[in-house]
């Protein structure tokens, strides 16, 4: 493929001129980028939601041995992102990384599917599961792809790439609305064999749908090599001049000839100084021994833009960090909200809604806030804020921050009531998910915490993908972006962790504690207030960080 030098990304827009068939191109490239990405969720949550019953029913696994594959699988799938991304920005290009591992992606799910359909080993289905672990990681590439499609130099595509990122996560949670329902009830109501048949077909769709979409992709970021070794570049030269005394004249730095604004670092723009983390900026100072070196070694002399790479990273932690206790917040809807609705009414007339299927409706308010953000709630806060984007990057996640609080709190207001119906009704006792008894208390009434969930992550979620994606390097997007998915599974460990600490301490001298094994006798009510006033918590120590951020600034 070629690679569009002119157009490696989004600084050179004001000589590509818009007309109305370059915006055709640009709608064609994220329509079958947006199609990717949705069959691909299609097909993987069809395979993760319902994977600890496939363990327990086909393979026979116990509920612990089960639960601990699912939870190492996962774990894995959390990892591999930054493997993909990290060929990307180095290496192979966002096209060809993607190309690659959706090749990966397709053989893993004919290996899971042959081996469920003539009941191979485990052994066999567990090489196509950590495959589909590896080929599955595409998500920080992608949005990194789609996003290099718009030209940032132009204003109203700037604005048209902010609204990308809504459409991209909507895609991710249509297909897991879809995938997670639709082929989870093939799976469990008609057979496992077209169960996983069907992800199968929809992994072929994925890679047609992005080969398709080829001749519209008109911007590629081209591979600038290894990013690690430029940071170990800027660390190592800065400490062997840790005893140079870094100019007061950022300008006396080193830095490669302006070339149309472009760095040493291919396909990177040159990135303007900026006076936090100066220790670094003795990398960057020009002895003696290096002019007379000429040219000097890499791991004695970097130039501004590749100590300005690395700064961004630094800056770009405790960011990350504030989402580690989001996801660990967020993730109550996969546990504590589930044991919470498992004791509650769950019938509507003679049809039985399961605890976990109320998870629905934090999809469904996804799908309805994004395209609400957009069109209503950028507008009104553009009024009130002057940003043209209503909010700024960082304000847009800390509203998310605020939002999750109030579900947190929602959900305690919740187990109060119900700890008051159970005391009426003298039901302490009573283990409801086994003897069919249930409290008189329509489980719809978790819909509200649900919903809110579904709120705040159309403004943090999203927002982390646009923020890490806007503030990392050009030549380091896609690594960034993996980056910020990693809190995610950061914060599943921390929830983890919490509820063992918080079950441990809460039992001694023989008390209940706040979550028991009885759920009825427990006080989760307590346990969402903790996790209110965590959250909180990282909201103040996220004000102070976004008032220290400094944003990443271009030369040009």
């Keep these: 493929m070629e690679i569009e030098a002119v157009e490696s990304n989004g600084s050179h827009g004001g000589a590509d001129r818009r007309t109305p068939k370059r915006d055709r191109r640009i709608f064609w490239a994220c329509a079958f980028i947006l199609a990717n990405n949705c069959f691909q969720c299609i097909a993987y949550f069809a395979v993760s939601t319902n994977l600890v019953n496939y363990l327990k029913d086909r393979l026979h696994e116990g509920s612990k041995a089960a639960a601990n594959g699912v939870t190492n699988w996962m774990g894995t799938s959390s990892i591999t992102p930054l493997v993909a991304a990290f060929l990307a920005d180095a290496f192979l290009g966002r096209y060809w990384t993607i190309a690659l591992f959706l090749v990966i992606s397709f053989v893993a799910y004919v290996v899971l599917t042959v081996s469920v359909a003539v009941a191979l080993e485990s052994v066999a289905f567990y090489a196509g599961l950590y495959l589909l672990a590896l080929g599955g990681a595409l998500q920080p590439v992608l949005t990194s792809f789609g996003a290099d499609q718009f ?42 064999e077209l169960g996983y048949g069907i992800p199968a077909l929809f992994s072929v769709l994925a890679v047609a749908v992005f080969l398709g979409g080829t001749t519209a992709y008109r911007r590629h970021q081209p591979p600038a090599g290894s990013p690690l070794t430029r940071v170990a570049q800027v660390v190592v030269a800065a400490f062997r001049k840790c005893g140079v005394e870094v100019p007061v004249d950022a300008s006396t730095l080193h830095e490669c000839e302006d070339v149309d604004g472009m760095s040493a670092i291919q396909g990177s723009r040159r990135l303007a100084h900026t006076d936090q983390f100066r220790f670094l900026d003795k990398a960057a100072v020009e002895t003696a021994t290096d002019k007379a070196a000429r040219p000097a070694s890499a791991w004695r002399l970097c130039t501004v833009t590749q100590v300005e ?227 909180v918590g990282n909201f103040g120590v996220y004000l102070l960080i976004a008032r220290w951020y400094t944003y990443k600034k271009t030369v040009d």
């Design 151 to 192: 030209d940032e130099s132009d204003e109203e595509e700037r604005g048209r790439q902010n609204s990308f990122f809504s459409w991209f996560y909507l895609s991710i949670n249509v297909g897991c609305l879809f995938g997670g329902t639709v082929l989870v009830w093939v799976q469990s109501s008609v057979s496992w």
């Design 309 to 535: 790479e690395l700064k961004c990273v630094l800056r770009l932690l405790p960011v990350w960090a504030s989402g580690i206790i989001f996801a660990a917040a967020y993730t109550q809807m996969t546990t504590t909200f589930i044991l919470q609705g498992d004791t509650l009414d769950p019938y509507v007339g003679g049809f039985r809604v399961p605890a976990a299927v109320l998870s629905v409706f934090d999809t469904l308010s996804v799908m309805l806030w994004v395209p609400l953000y957009d069109s209503l709630v950028v507008p009104l806060a553009r009024r009130a804020t002057g940003h043209d984007r209503g909010f700024t990057q960082l304000a847009r996640m800390g509203v998310g921050l605020v939002v999750l609080t109030l579900a947190m709190l929602a959900a305690g207001a919740l187990e109060v009531a119900r700890r008051v119906v159970i005391a009426r009704h003298g039901m302490y006792d009573t283990n409801t998910g086994v003897d069919g008894r249930y409290l008189p208390l329509s489980i719809f009434w978790q819909v509200p915490q649900y919903v809110v969930v579904g709120a705040s992550e159309v403004f943090t979620s999203i927002g982390q993908m646009e923020f890490f994606y806007d503030q990392a390097p050009d030549a380091m997007r896609s690594l960034c972006s993996g980056l910020s998915m990693t809190s995610s599974a950061l914060g599943n460990y921390v929830s983890s962790a919490l509820v063992t600490v918080v079950a441990r301490a809460t039992a001694r001298g023989g008390r209940d504690g706040w979550i028991p094994d009885d759920i009825n006798r427990a006080h989760l009510d307590y346990f969402f207030w903790l996790l209110a006033m965590l959250c």
